[in-house]
Antibody, heavy 122, light 107 residues
């Protein structure tokens, strides 16, 4: 069973930075076969896609609200995913999910979700 | 940027069929997915590539797509199906889009 465990959330002041991590385990195929996402959910709100990285890390994509401030990366040797968040704003306050996709290069259904890590900008 | 529009809420009686729609221009050329999220839990993929069910998802969940509208249908709805449901699609270029979510009430 694939398991995703996020860490790195916390309370940060506006303009500050935070780095989220996600540790993946239980893959029957190699971790680098799959694209990964960060998806966030503000308190009481819907899901908002943040970022996507393809299997080998060569392609990255970002939602408009975080473009230029957030950077996604992965270390396939460590089965890990990261999100560097800079210039944080109050509206970035949310639960951040690490999510595995079924696809390698482009989205094909987000089939495994972590429990999330909370980021509070205040 | 593209948008996906869902009704904020849908109500259904137990045992009846629930229908949740998702509308958007990109649905004419992309394969939507659907997610179920119960309070306090992480979302769960229930449909991908328009109409495919991941293993472990009951057969009563089905998906379809016609023109610019995707539909999630839950046949013989159970009380346990009460949750928020989100559609999601890839614009084929750079963006992943989620619908605003639909709260399904079973009563």
């Amino acid at each position: 069973e694939v398991l995703l465990v996020e860490s790195g959330g916390g309370v940060v002041q506006p303009g500050g930075s935070l780095r989220l991590s996600c540790a993946a385990s239980g893959f029957t195929l190699n971790y680098n076969f799959f694209a990964m996402h960060w998806v966030r959910q503000a308190p009481g709100k819907g899901l908002e896609w943040v970022s996507l990285i393809n299997g080998d890390g060569s392609r990255t994509y970002y939602g408009d609200s975080v473009k230029g401030r957030f950077t996604v990366s992965r270390d396939n040797s460590k089965n890990s995913l990261y999100l560097q968040m800079n210039s944080l704003r109050k509206e970035d306050t949310a639960l951040y999910y690490c999510v595995k996709d079924r696809g390698y290069d482009s989205p094909d259904g987000m089939d495994v979700w972590g429990q999330g890590t909370t980021v509070t900008v205040s | 940027s593209y948008e996906l529009t869902q009704p904020p809420s849908v109500s259904v009686s137990p045992g009846q069929t629930a229908t949740i729609t998702c509308s958007g221009d990109i649905l004419g050329y992309t394969f939507p997915s659907w997610y179920q999220q119960k309070p306090g839990q992480s979302p769960v993929l229930v449909i991908y590539q328009i109409d495919k069910r991941p293993s472990g998802i009951p057969e009563r969940f089905s998906g379809s797509n016609s023109g610019n509208t995707a539909t999630l249908t839950i046949s013989g709805t159970h009380v346990l199906d009460e949750a928020d449901y989100y559609c999601q699609a890839w614009d084929g270029n750079t963006d992943v889009i989620f619908g605003g979510g639909t709260k399904l009430t079973v009563l």
